[in-house]
Protein backbone atom coordinates (compact mmCIF):
# COMPACT_ATOMS: atom_id res chain seq x y z
CA UNK A 1 0.00 0.00 0.00
CA UNK A 2 1.46 3.30 -0.33
CA UNK A 3 0.89 6.63 1.42
CA UNK A 4 -1.85 7.91 -1.02
CA UNK A 5 -3.78 4.97 -0.41
CA UNK A 6 -4.07 5.36 3.46
CA UNK A 7 -5.59 8.86 2.83
CA UNK A 8 -7.86 7.85 0.04
CA UNK A 9 -9.95 5.11 2.38
CA UNK A 10 -9.68 7.98 4.82
CA UNK A 11 -11.51 7.11 8.44
CA UNK A 12 -11.76 3.40 6.92
CA UNK A 13 -8.45 2.57 8.43
CA UNK A 14 -10.07 -1.11 9.15
CA UNK A 15 -10.73 -1.94 5.99
CA UNK A 16 -6.82 -2.32 5.34
CA UNK A 17 -5.82 -4.26 8.34
CA UNK A 18 -8.31 -7.12 7.67
CA UNK A 19 -6.30 -7.91 3.81
CA UNK A 20 -7.64 -9.21 1.57
CA UNK A 21 -8.34 -12.53 2.49
CA UNK A 22 -11.64 -10.82 4.08
CA UNK A 23 -13.21 -10.44 0.42
CA UNK A 24 -13.40 -14.30 0.50
CA UNK A 25 -14.75 -14.38 4.43
CA UNK A 26 -17.01 -17.54 4.38
CA UNK A 27 -20.76 -16.84 5.08
CA UNK A 28 -21.32 -17.24 8.56
CA UNK A 29 -24.42 -19.38 9.04
CA UNK A 30 -27.21 -17.52 10.84
CA UNK A 31 -29.12 -19.72 13.29
CA UNK A 32 -32.65 -17.72 13.82
CA UNK A 33 -33.74 -19.05 17.35
CA UNK A 34 -37.49 -20.11 17.47
CA UNK A 35 -40.21 -16.99 18.52
CA UNK A 36 -43.90 -17.32 20.01
CA UNK A 37 -46.27 -14.46 19.75
CA UNK A 38 -49.00 -12.79 17.31
CA UNK A 39 -46.91 -12.51 14.45
CA UNK A 40 -45.19 -15.67 14.35
CA UNK A 41 -48.80 -17.70 15.05
CA UNK A 42 -50.24 -15.25 11.79
CA UNK A 43 -46.41 -16.29 10.12
CA UNK A 44 -46.91 -20.18 10.81
CA UNK A 45 -50.70 -19.53 9.86
CA UNK A 46 -49.66 -17.64 6.84
CA UNK A 47 -46.86 -20.60 5.87
CA UNK A 48 -49.72 -23.48 6.87
CA UNK A 49 -51.91 -22.36 4.14
CA UNK A 50 -49.42 -21.35 1.53
CA UNK A 51 -48.48 -24.53 1.34
CA UNK A 52 -51.57 -26.33 1.69
CA UNK A 53 -52.96 -23.79 -1.80
CA UNK A 54 -49.36 -25.04 -3.31
CA UNK A 55 -49.36 -28.40 -2.91
CA UNK A 56 -53.13 -28.97 -3.13
CA UNK A 57 -54.47 -27.01 -6.43
CA UNK A 58 -53.07 -29.09 -8.73
CA UNK A 59 -55.57 -32.19 -7.39
CA UNK A 60 -58.55 -30.06 -7.36
CA UNK A 61 -60.78 -30.85 -10.77
CA UNK A 62 -62.88 -29.12 -12.91
CA UNK A 63 -65.59 -31.63 -14.69
CA UNK A 64 -63.07 -33.74 -16.43
CA UNK A 65 -59.91 -32.33 -16.19
CA UNK A 66 -57.32 -30.66 -13.85
CA UNK A 67 -58.54 -27.17 -12.91
CA UNK A 68 -55.31 -25.40 -12.67
CA UNK A 69 -53.35 -26.79 -15.78
CA UNK A 70 -50.84 -24.48 -17.33
CA UNK A 71 -50.51 -27.25 -19.88
CA UNK A 72 -47.21 -26.71 -21.96
CA UNK A 73 -47.43 -29.61 -23.84
CA UNK A 74 -50.92 -28.75 -25.22
CA UNK A 75 -50.22 -24.89 -24.75
CA UNK A 76 -53.45 -24.31 -23.49
CA UNK A 77 -53.58 -22.65 -19.97
CA UNK A 78 -56.94 -24.12 -17.73
CA UNK A 79 -57.58 -22.00 -15.05
CA UNK A 80 -61.19 -23.73 -13.14
CA UNK A 81 -63.59 -22.55 -16.18
CA UNK A 82 -61.35 -20.50 -18.44
CA UNK A 83 -59.03 -21.85 -20.82
CA UNK A 84 -56.58 -19.30 -22.22
CA UNK A 85 -54.26 -19.64 -25.73
CA UNK A 86 -50.72 -18.43 -26.53
CA UNK A 87 -53.16 -15.38 -28.54
CA UNK A 88 -54.32 -14.19 -24.97
CA UNK A 89 -50.61 -13.25 -23.55
CA UNK A 90 -52.18 -9.73 -23.30
CA UNK A 91 -54.29 -11.06 -20.29
CA UNK A 92 -50.82 -12.40 -19.08
CA UNK A 93 -49.06 -9.16 -19.54
CA UNK A 94 -51.79 -7.55 -17.40
CA UNK A 95 -52.17 -9.69 -14.65
CA UNK A 96 -48.39 -9.42 -14.14
CA UNK A 97 -48.80 -5.56 -14.09
CA UNK A 98 -51.70 -5.76 -11.84
CA UNK A 99 -49.36 -7.97 -9.16
CA UNK A 100 -46.25 -5.20 -9.72
CA UNK A 101 -48.99 -2.67 -8.87
CA UNK A 102 -50.02 -4.22 -5.51
CA UNK A 103 -46.53 -4.72 -4.42
CA UNK A 104 -46.22 -1.38 -5.14
CA UNK A 105 -49.86 -0.49 -2.86
CA UNK A 106 -48.83 -3.05 -0.20
CA UNK A 107 -45.46 -1.98 0.27
CA UNK A 108 -46.28 1.70 0.52
CA UNK A 109 -48.79 1.03 3.13
CA UNK A 110 -47.47 -1.50 5.05
CA UNK A 111 -43.85 -2.30 3.89
CA UNK A 112 -42.62 -5.76 3.59
CA UNK A 113 -45.92 -7.16 3.98
CA UNK A 114 -44.44 -9.77 1.27
CA UNK A 115 -41.27 -10.81 2.39
CA UNK A 116 -42.26 -11.60 5.70
CA UNK A 117 -45.87 -13.21 5.28
CA UNK A 118 -45.94 -14.81 2.15
CA UNK A 119 -42.99 -14.84 -0.15
CA UNK A 120 -42.14 -18.23 -1.09
CA UNK A 121 -38.70 -17.84 0.15
CA UNK A 122 -40.06 -16.61 3.58
CA UNK A 123 -42.52 -20.28 3.64
CA UNK A 124 -39.98 -22.91 2.52
CA UNK A 125 -37.55 -21.50 4.19
CA UNK A 126 -39.89 -21.68 7.59
CA UNK A 127 -40.66 -25.22 6.57
CA UNK A 128 -36.74 -26.39 6.50
CA UNK A 129 -35.91 -24.56 9.67
CA UNK A 130 -39.19 -26.15 11.52
CA UNK A 131 -37.90 -30.11 9.78
CA UNK A 132 -33.83 -28.47 11.20
CA UNK A 133 -35.60 -28.30 14.84
CA UNK A 134 -37.29 -31.31 14.89
CA UNK A 135 -34.31 -32.84 13.91
CA UNK A 136 -31.33 -31.17 15.45
CA UNK A 137 -32.94 -29.13 18.06
CA UNK A 138 -32.74 -25.50 19.22
CA UNK A 139 -30.66 -22.66 18.25
CA UNK A 140 -28.25 -23.12 20.58
CA UNK A 141 -28.18 -27.26 19.78
CA UNK A 142 -27.72 -26.55 16.63
CA UNK A 143 -24.67 -24.17 17.16
CA UNK A 144 -23.07 -26.72 19.62
CA UNK A 145 -23.71 -29.96 16.74
CA UNK A 146 -21.98 -27.58 13.98
CA UNK A 147 -19.13 -26.76 15.95
CA UNK A 148 -18.53 -30.46 17.35
CA UNK A 149 -16.71 -32.93 15.32
CA UNK A 150 -17.89 -35.49 13.20
CA UNK A 151 -19.71 -38.49 15.14
CA UNK A 152 -21.75 -41.24 14.45
CA UNK A 153 -24.48 -39.15 16.33
CA UNK A 154 -23.82 -36.09 14.48
CA UNK A 155 -23.75 -37.61 11.28
CA UNK A 156 -26.73 -39.31 11.59
CA UNK A 157 -29.02 -36.33 12.33
CA UNK A 158 -27.34 -34.77 9.65
CA UNK A 159 -28.51 -37.55 7.09
CA UNK A 160 -32.03 -37.29 8.67
CA UNK A 161 -32.37 -33.56 7.88
CA UNK A 162 -31.10 -33.82 4.39
CA UNK A 163 -32.86 -36.40 3.70
CA UNK A 164 -36.11 -34.97 4.87
CA UNK A 165 -34.92 -31.10 3.27
CA UNK A 166 -34.54 -33.15 0.07
CA UNK A 167 -37.91 -35.11 0.30
CA UNK A 168 -39.79 -32.32 0.93
CA UNK A 169 -37.95 -30.69 -2.15
CA UNK A 170 -38.20 -33.49 -4.12
CA UNK A 171 -42.19 -32.93 -3.29
CA UNK A 172 -42.13 -29.78 -4.24
CA UNK A 173 -40.53 -30.16 -7.25
CA UNK A 174 -43.21 -32.59 -8.21
CA UNK A 175 -45.98 -30.63 -7.81
CA UNK A 176 -44.40 -27.65 -9.84
CA UNK A 177 -44.46 -29.74 -12.42
CA UNK A 178 -47.88 -31.40 -11.72
CA UNK A 179 -48.74 -27.25 -12.54
CA UNK A 180 -48.01 -28.12 -15.60
CA UNK A 181 -49.08 -31.15 -17.28
CA UNK A 182 -51.51 -33.91 -15.76
CA UNK A 183 -50.86 -34.17 -12.14
CA UNK A 184 -52.15 -37.68 -11.99
CA UNK A 185 -50.54 -38.75 -15.05
CA UNK A 186 -47.76 -37.78 -13.45
CA UNK A 187 -47.71 -39.29 -10.41
CA UNK A 188 -48.48 -42.63 -11.96
CA UNK A 189 -45.47 -42.44 -13.98
CA UNK A 190 -43.23 -42.00 -11.10
CA UNK A 191 -44.96 -44.92 -9.26
CA UNK A 192 -44.16 -46.50 -12.32
CA UNK A 193 -40.71 -45.59 -13.17
CA UNK A 194 -41.62 -44.42 -16.38
CA UNK A 195 -41.25 -40.67 -16.68
CA UNK A 196 -40.50 -38.74 -19.69
CA UNK A 197 -36.87 -36.90 -19.69
CA UNK A 198 -38.12 -33.75 -19.46
CA UNK A 199 -40.43 -33.96 -16.76
CA UNK A 200 -38.19 -35.69 -14.36
CA UNK A 201 -35.47 -33.07 -15.62
CA UNK A 202 -37.63 -30.23 -14.14
CA UNK A 203 -38.51 -32.12 -11.26
CA UNK A 204 -34.98 -32.37 -10.48
CA UNK A 205 -34.01 -28.98 -11.35
CA UNK A 206 -37.05 -27.70 -9.23
CA UNK A 207 -36.37 -29.80 -6.07
CA UNK A 208 -32.98 -28.77 -6.42
CA UNK A 209 -33.03 -25.32 -6.13
CA UNK A 210 -35.72 -25.77 -3.45
CA UNK A 211 -33.49 -27.40 -1.47
CA UNK A 212 -30.42 -24.38 -2.19
CA UNK A 213 -32.67 -21.89 -1.93
CA UNK A 214 -34.29 -22.88 1.62
CA UNK A 215 -31.36 -25.37 2.91
CA UNK A 216 -28.61 -23.11 2.45
CA UNK A 217 -29.24 -19.54 0.94
CA UNK A 218 -32.26 -19.10 2.99
CA UNK A 219 -31.63 -14.87 3.94
CA UNK A 220 -29.08 -14.39 0.77
CA UNK A 221 -32.01 -14.66 -1.46
CA UNK A 222 -33.62 -11.71 0.43
CA UNK A 223 -29.92 -10.12 0.09
CA UNK A 224 -28.49 -10.51 -2.97
CA UNK A 225 -31.00 -12.13 -5.05
CA UNK A 226 -34.20 -9.99 -4.39
CA UNK A 227 -34.68 -7.05 -6.82
CA UNK A 228 -37.40 -5.75 -4.66
CA UNK A 229 -34.92 -5.36 -1.56
CA UNK A 230 -33.11 -2.97 -3.72
CA UNK A 231 -36.03 -1.04 -4.82
CA UNK A 232 -38.02 -0.89 -1.84
CA UNK A 233 -37.22 2.71 -0.44
CA UNK A 234 -38.99 3.98 -3.56
CA UNK A 235 -41.93 2.91 -2.62
CA UNK A 236 -41.68 3.75 1.17
CA UNK A 237 -42.68 7.07 2.33
CA UNK A 238 -42.31 8.50 6.51
CA UNK A 239 -46.13 7.03 6.48
CA UNK A 240 -45.13 3.63 5.86
CA UNK A 241 -45.62 0.28 8.42
CA UNK A 242 -42.19 -0.71 9.30
CA UNK A 243 -40.48 -2.42 12.15
CA UNK A 244 -38.74 -0.13 13.96
CA UNK A 245 -36.57 -0.02 17.19
CA UNK A 246 -38.04 2.90 19.51
CA UNK A 247 -34.73 4.64 19.85
CA UNK A 248 -35.42 7.02 22.45
CA UNK A 249 -37.14 4.88 24.52
CA UNK A 250 -34.37 2.17 24.73
CA UNK A 251 -31.29 3.61 24.70
CA UNK A 252 -28.67 3.71 26.42
CA UNK A 253 -29.39 -0.10 26.33
CA UNK A 254 -27.64 -2.35 29.17
CA UNK A 255 -27.89 -5.30 31.48
CA UNK A 256 -29.40 -4.79 34.50
CA UNK A 257 -31.25 -6.71 37.69
CA UNK A 258 -35.07 -7.22 37.49
CA UNK A 259 -35.41 -4.99 40.57
CA UNK A 260 -32.91 -2.28 39.74
CA UNK A 261 -34.58 1.35 38.53
CA UNK A 262 -33.01 1.57 35.46
CA UNK A 263 -33.86 5.76 35.73
CA UNK A 264 -31.12 5.27 38.94
CA UNK A 265 -28.67 3.43 36.17
CA UNK A 266 -29.35 6.26 33.47
CA UNK A 267 -30.53 3.32 31.30
CA UNK A 268 -33.38 2.77 28.79
CA UNK A 269 -35.39 0.04 28.78
CA UNK A 270 -33.48 -2.23 26.37
CA UNK A 271 -31.69 -5.18 28.58
CA UNK A 272 -29.33 -5.54 25.81
CA UNK A 273 -30.77 -9.57 25.99
CA UNK A 274 -29.75 -9.58 22.21
CA UNK A 275 -32.52 -11.67 21.90
CA UNK A 276 -34.24 -9.93 18.98
CA UNK A 277 -30.67 -10.32 16.79
CA UNK A 278 -30.74 -14.14 17.67
CA UNK A 279 -34.53 -14.62 16.32
CA UNK A 280 -33.59 -12.76 13.30
CA UNK A 281 -33.58 -14.91 10.18
CA UNK A 282 -31.74 -12.64 7.94
CA UNK A 283 -29.34 -11.81 10.86
CA UNK A 284 -29.16 -8.16 11.93
CA UNK A 285 -29.52 -6.17 14.92
CA UNK A 286 -33.24 -3.81 14.46
CA UNK A 287 -31.83 -1.32 17.02
CA UNK A 288 -29.33 -0.49 14.45
CA UNK A 289 -32.42 1.33 12.50
CA UNK A 290 -34.10 -0.12 9.96
CA UNK A 291 -32.17 -1.78 6.97
CA UNK A 292 -32.84 -3.29 3.68
CA UNK A 293 -31.99 -6.92 4.77
CA UNK A 294 -34.87 -6.53 6.96
CA UNK A 295 -37.83 -8.55 5.93
CA UNK A 296 -40.68 -7.93 8.18
CA UNK A 297 -41.34 -10.48 9.57
CA UNK A 298 -42.04 -8.82 13.03
CA UNK A 299 -39.63 -12.09 15.20
CA UNK A 300 -37.87 -9.74 17.03
CA UNK A 301 -41.38 -7.76 18.12
CA UNK A 302 -42.83 -11.20 19.25
CA UNK A 303 -39.42 -11.88 21.42
CA UNK A 304 -38.89 -8.58 22.53
CA UNK A 305 -42.07 -7.92 24.29
CA UNK A 306 -42.06 -11.72 26.05
CA UNK A 307 -38.76 -9.89 26.93
CA UNK A 308 -40.46 -6.89 27.99
CA UNK A 309 -43.41 -8.35 29.99
CA UNK A 310 -40.61 -10.64 31.96
CA UNK A 311 -39.05 -7.71 33.07
CA UNK A 312 -42.11 -5.65 33.83
CA UNK A 313 -41.66 -2.83 30.96
CA UNK A 314 -44.10 -2.12 28.68
CA UNK A 315 -44.48 -4.07 25.32
CA UNK A 316 -43.33 -2.24 22.20
CA UNK A 317 -39.96 -1.35 22.58
CA UNK A 318 -39.72 -2.79 19.11
CA UNK A 319 -43.04 -2.55 17.31
CA UNK A 320 -44.79 -1.52 13.74
CA UNK A 321 -45.00 2.04 13.73
CA UNK A 322 -44.36 4.55 11.06
CA UNK A 323 -41.08 6.82 10.78
CA UNK A 324 -43.77 9.73 11.27
CA UNK A 325 -44.84 7.97 15.04
CA UNK A 326 -41.51 7.55 15.93
CA UNK A 327 -41.15 11.53 15.45
CA UNK A 328 -43.82 12.47 17.56
CA UNK A 329 -45.67 13.53 14.58
CA UNK A 330 -49.28 11.78 13.19
CA UNK A 331 -49.23 8.89 10.14
CA UNK A 332 -51.71 9.95 7.68
CA UNK A 333 -53.04 6.36 6.16
CA UNK A 334 -55.06 8.25 3.09
CA UNK A 335 -52.40 9.67 1.09
CA UNK A 336 -51.93 11.11 -1.79
CA UNK A 337 -49.39 7.81 -2.81
CA UNK A 338 -52.05 5.41 -1.27
CA UNK A 339 -54.90 6.66 -3.25
CA UNK A 340 -53.14 6.74 -6.27
CA UNK A 341 -52.01 3.25 -5.88
CA UNK A 342 -54.75 2.40 -4.99
CA UNK A 343 -57.11 3.67 -7.81
CA UNK A 344 -54.69 2.06 -10.62
CA UNK A 345 -54.56 -0.56 -8.33
CA UNK A 346 -58.73 -1.05 -8.75
CA UNK A 347 -58.80 0.43 -12.42
CA UNK A 348 -56.36 -2.41 -13.99
CA UNK A 349 -58.32 -4.90 -11.90
CA UNK A 350 -61.59 -4.11 -12.90
CA UNK A 351 -60.60 -3.67 -16.83
CA UNK A 352 -58.90 -7.28 -16.63
CA UNK A 353 -61.96 -8.80 -14.97
CA UNK A 354 -64.22 -7.11 -17.80
CA UNK A 355 -61.66 -7.75 -20.38
CA UNK A 356 -62.18 -11.58 -19.60
CA UNK A 357 -65.35 -11.91 -19.12
CA UNK A 358 -66.13 -10.69 -22.40
CA UNK A 359 -63.76 -12.28 -24.18
CA UNK A 360 -64.77 -14.00 -27.27
CA UNK A 361 -62.75 -17.79 -27.34
CA UNK A 362 -62.49 -16.99 -31.46
CA UNK A 363 -59.62 -15.08 -33.55
CA UNK A 364 -59.97 -14.30 -37.11
CA UNK A 365 -56.47 -13.32 -38.67
CA UNK A 366 -56.81 -11.55 -42.92
CA UNK A 367 -54.09 -11.47 -44.66
CA UNK A 368 -54.27 -10.05 -47.86
CA UNK A 369 -52.67 -12.32 -50.75
CA UNK A 370 -49.40 -10.96 -51.70
CA UNK A 371 -49.18 -11.77 -55.40
CA UNK A 372 -51.93 -10.08 -56.86
CA UNK A 373 -53.49 -6.69 -55.75
CA UNK A 374 -56.92 -7.93 -57.93
CA UNK A 375 -57.92 -9.42 -60.87
CA UNK A 376 -60.68 -8.92 -63.52
CA UNK A 377 -62.89 -11.76 -63.69
CA UNK A 378 -65.97 -13.09 -65.73
CA UNK A 379 -68.70 -10.63 -66.22
CA UNK A 380 -66.35 -7.61 -65.50
CA UNK A 381 -66.46 -8.34 -61.96
CA UNK A 382 -63.05 -7.36 -59.62
CA UNK A 383 -61.71 -10.21 -57.37
CA UNK A 384 -59.63 -9.91 -54.38
CA UNK A 385 -58.22 -13.41 -52.70
CA UNK A 386 -57.46 -13.36 -48.88
CA UNK A 387 -56.27 -15.50 -46.73
CA UNK A 388 -57.89 -16.57 -43.45
CA UNK A 389 -57.10 -17.80 -40.35
CA UNK A 390 -59.63 -18.77 -37.88
CA UNK A 391 -58.78 -20.09 -34.54
CA UNK A 392 -61.29 -21.60 -31.73
CA UNK A 393 -60.34 -20.66 -28.81
CA UNK A 394 -63.49 -22.31 -26.72
CA UNK A 395 -62.88 -25.87 -25.18
CA UNK A 396 -65.12 -27.39 -27.62
CA UNK A 397 -65.59 -28.04 -31.23
CA UNK A 398 -67.57 -25.04 -32.95
CA UNK A 399 -69.29 -24.19 -36.27
CA UNK A 400 -68.90 -21.01 -37.74
CA UNK A 401 -70.19 -19.28 -40.71
CA UNK A 402 -68.14 -16.23 -42.29
CA UNK A 403 -70.05 -13.42 -44.27
CA UNK A 404 -68.27 -9.77 -45.96
CA UNK A 405 -70.04 -6.58 -45.71
CA UNK A 406 -68.84 -3.11 -45.77
CA UNK A 407 -70.15 -2.73 -49.50
CA UNK A 408 -72.92 -3.10 -51.50
CA UNK A 409 -72.79 -6.09 -54.12
CA UNK A 410 -69.67 -7.88 -52.22
CA UNK A 411 -69.61 -12.03 -52.77
CA UNK A 412 -68.11 -14.50 -51.27
CA UNK A 413 -67.51 -17.20 -53.92
CA UNK A 414 -66.05 -19.83 -51.84
CA UNK A 415 -68.34 -22.09 -49.22
CA UNK A 416 -68.31 -20.13 -46.46
CA UNK A 417 -71.07 -21.80 -44.75
CA UNK A 418 -70.54 -24.45 -41.64
CA UNK A 419 -66.70 -24.42 -41.41
CA UNK A 420 -65.92 -26.86 -38.45
CA UNK A 421 -62.94 -26.19 -36.38
CA UNK A 422 -61.99 -28.14 -33.45
CA UNK A 423 -61.12 -26.28 -29.61
CA UNK A 424 -57.23 -25.13 -30.32
CA UNK A 425 -57.31 -25.62 -33.59
CA UNK A 426 -56.10 -22.98 -36.76
CA UNK A 427 -58.47 -23.18 -39.78
CA UNK A 428 -56.40 -21.43 -42.49
CA UNK A 429 -59.19 -20.93 -45.16
CA UNK A 430 -58.72 -19.10 -48.62
CA UNK A 431 -61.58 -16.93 -50.18
CA UNK A 432 -61.97 -15.51 -53.18
CA UNK A 433 -64.30 -12.22 -52.59
CA UNK A 434 -65.85 -10.25 -56.14
CA UNK A 435 -67.74 -7.08 -56.64
CA UNK A 436 -68.58 -4.90 -60.06
CA UNK A 437 -66.44 -2.09 -60.12
CA UNK A 438 -69.35 0.15 -60.58
CA UNK A 439 -69.41 0.42 -56.65
CA UNK A 440 -66.00 1.26 -55.64
CA UNK A 441 -65.84 5.18 -55.08
CA UNK A 442 -61.78 4.62 -54.25
CA UNK A 443 -59.11 2.19 -55.17
CA UNK A 444 -58.54 0.76 -52.02
CA UNK A 445 -61.85 0.14 -49.95
CA UNK A 446 -62.56 -1.07 -46.42
CA UNK A 447 -64.86 -4.06 -46.39
CA UNK A 448 -65.81 -6.57 -43.29
CA UNK A 449 -65.51 -9.96 -42.70
CA UNK A 450 -68.29 -11.73 -40.21
CA UNK A 451 -67.46 -14.78 -38.11
CA UNK A 452 -70.09 -16.11 -36.15
CA UNK A 453 -71.44 -19.40 -34.69
CA UNK A 454 -75.32 -19.60 -35.63
CA UNK A 455 -77.08 -20.10 -32.52
CA UNK A 456 -74.17 -18.67 -29.97
CA UNK A 457 -74.32 -14.96 -29.35
CA UNK A 458 -71.19 -14.33 -27.91
CA UNK A 459 -69.43 -16.37 -30.51
CA UNK A 460 -69.12 -13.36 -33.36
CA UNK A 461 -66.68 -11.50 -34.58
CA UNK A 462 -65.52 -8.94 -37.12
CA UNK A 463 -63.03 -7.91 -38.78
CA UNK A 464 -61.63 -5.26 -41.44
CA UNK A 465 -59.68 -5.89 -44.30
CA UNK A 466 -58.89 -4.18 -47.81
CA UNK A 467 -60.64 -4.34 -50.92
CA UNK A 468 -58.43 -3.38 -53.80
CA UNK A 469 -59.61 -2.33 -57.49
CA UNK A 470 -60.07 0.24 -60.62
CA UNK A 471 -62.46 3.04 -60.30
CA UNK A 472 -64.55 3.35 -63.15
CA UNK A 473 -65.54 6.96 -64.06
CA UNK B 1 -3.76 3.68 -5.12
CA UNK B 2 -5.12 1.55 -7.60
CA UNK B 3 -5.24 -1.74 -5.81
CA UNK B 4 -7.58 -0.04 -2.91
CA UNK B 5 -9.79 1.08 -5.67
CA UNK B 6 -9.61 -2.33 -6.54
CA UNK B 7 -10.23 -3.71 -3.61
CA UNK B 8 -13.44 -0.90 -2.47
CA UNK B 9 -14.90 -1.88 -6.42
CA UNK B 10 -14.68 -5.56 -5.81
CA UNK B 11 -15.57 -5.75 -2.03
CA UNK B 12 -18.30 -8.29 -2.43
CA UNK B 13 -18.79 -11.62 -1.77
CA UNK B 14 -18.08 -14.47 -3.81
CA UNK B 15 -21.37 -15.12 -3.60
CA UNK B 16 -22.75 -12.32 -4.35
CA UNK B 17 -21.00 -12.04 -7.70
CA UNK B 18 -22.03 -15.54 -8.80
CA UNK B 19 -25.48 -14.15 -8.72
CA UNK B 20 -24.81 -11.33 -10.37
CA UNK B 21 -24.05 -13.68 -13.42
CA UNK B 22 -26.54 -16.59 -12.95
CA UNK B 23 -29.90 -14.71 -11.38
CA UNK B 24 -30.63 -11.80 -13.43
CA UNK B 25 -29.87 -13.38 -16.51
CA UNK B 26 -31.83 -16.52 -15.27
CA UNK B 27 -34.72 -13.94 -14.68
CA UNK B 28 -34.61 -12.47 -18.46
CA UNK B 29 -34.16 -15.98 -20.21
CA UNK B 30 -37.69 -16.79 -18.53
CA UNK B 31 -38.48 -13.85 -19.92
CA UNK B 32 -37.36 -14.73 -23.33
CA UNK B 33 -38.42 -18.17 -23.23
CA UNK B 34 -41.66 -17.02 -22.33
CA UNK B 35 -42.03 -14.18 -25.36
CA UNK B 36 -40.30 -16.58 -27.77
CA UNK B 37 -42.72 -19.43 -27.40
CA UNK B 38 -45.62 -17.22 -26.82
CA UNK B 39 -45.08 -16.27 -30.50
CA UNK B 40 -43.74 -19.58 -32.07
CA UNK B 41 -45.12 -22.79 -31.30
CA UNK B 42 -42.11 -25.85 -31.30
CA UNK B 43 -44.03 -27.97 -33.54
CA UNK B 44 -44.22 -25.47 -36.85
CA UNK B 45 -40.98 -24.29 -36.21
CA UNK B 46 -39.68 -28.32 -36.57
CA UNK B 47 -41.47 -28.54 -39.65
CA UNK B 48 -40.13 -25.01 -41.19
CA UNK B 49 -36.54 -26.69 -40.05
CA UNK B 50 -36.94 -29.65 -41.54
CA UNK B 51 -36.51 -31.91 -38.28
CA UNK B 52 -37.35 -35.46 -39.02
CA UNK B 53 -37.56 -36.36 -35.64
CA UNK B 54 -39.51 -33.92 -33.75
CA UNK B 55 -38.85 -33.04 -30.38
CA UNK B 56 -41.56 -32.80 -27.64
CA UNK B 57 -42.92 -29.36 -26.85
CA UNK B 58 -41.12 -29.41 -23.06
CA UNK B 59 -38.36 -30.03 -24.60
CA UNK B 60 -38.36 -27.11 -26.79
CA UNK B 61 -38.99 -25.17 -24.11
CA UNK B 62 -36.57 -26.84 -21.93
CA UNK B 63 -33.71 -26.30 -24.83
CA UNK B 64 -34.99 -22.85 -25.42
CA UNK B 65 -34.75 -22.01 -22.04
CA UNK B 66 -31.14 -22.76 -21.58
CA UNK B 67 -29.92 -21.41 -25.15
CA UNK B 68 -31.47 -18.02 -23.64
CA UNK B 69 -29.88 -18.56 -20.20
CA UNK B 70 -26.36 -19.11 -21.87
CA UNK B 71 -27.10 -16.12 -23.78
CA UNK B 72 -28.11 -13.81 -21.20
CA UNK B 73 -25.48 -15.01 -18.52
CA UNK B 74 -23.08 -14.47 -21.15
CA UNK B 75 -24.22 -11.26 -21.49
CA UNK B 76 -24.28 -10.45 -17.58
CA UNK B 77 -20.75 -12.15 -16.96
CA UNK B 78 -18.65 -9.96 -19.86
CA UNK B 79 -20.80 -7.14 -18.19
CA UNK B 80 -19.25 -8.03 -14.61
CA UNK B 81 -15.67 -8.13 -16.28
CA UNK B 82 -16.50 -4.92 -18.26
CA UNK B 83 -16.95 -3.26 -14.80
CA UNK B 84 -13.76 -3.64 -13.31
CA UNK B 85 -11.84 -0.16 -13.26
CA UNK B 86 -9.81 0.69 -15.97
CA UNK B 87 -7.96 3.53 -15.53
CA UNK B 88 -4.98 2.13 -13.36
CA UNK B 89 -1.69 2.21 -14.17
CA UNK B 90 -0.30 -1.49 -14.80
CA UNK B 91 2.24 -2.03 -12.94
CA UNK B 92 4.27 -5.23 -11.74
CA UNK B 93 3.45 -4.17 -7.78
CA UNK B 94 -0.25 -3.54 -8.36
CA UNK B 95 -1.19 -6.72 -10.43
CA UNK B 96 -0.59 -8.75 -7.47
CA UNK B 97 -3.01 -7.14 -5.65
CA UNK B 98 -5.59 -6.50 -8.70
CA UNK B 99 -8.00 -9.66 -9.02
Not at chain 1, 20 to 39: A, I, M, N, T, W
Not at chain 1, 328 to 344: D, E, N, V
Amino acid sequence: MSSTSNKTTGNKPEAESTGSDSLYEKHKKVYPRQVQGLFARLRTTGVLALLAIYYGTPWLRWGERQAVLLDLPNRQFHVFGLTFWPQDFFYFAVLLILAGISLFFFTALAGRLWCGYSCPQTVWTEAFLWIERKVEGTRSQQMKLDKAPMTKGKFNKKFIKHLLWLSLSAFTGFTFVGYFTAVDVLWSNIINFDMGPWESFWIIFYSLATYGNAGWLREQVCIYMCPYARFQSAMFDKDTLVISYDNTRGEPRGSRKKSADPKQLGLGDCVNCTLCVQVCPTGIDIRDGLQYQCIGCAACIDVCNEVMDKVGYDKGLVRYTTENEIEGKTTRLFRPRIILYASILAGVAVALIIAIANRIPLELDIIRDRNTLYREVSGGLIENIYNLRIINMSTSKQRYHLSVGGIEGLTLINSTKNIDVNSGEVYHLNVQVRLDPVALKRPSNEIIFRLESPGQEHLKIEETARFIGPVIR
Amino acid sequence: MASTLNRRKTDIPTVQRVIAVFWPSFLTAGLATVLFFTAFNPEEMSLCLGNTKPISNVGAYTIGFFLFWLLTSTTCALTCYFQRPCHQPVSPTDTNNSL
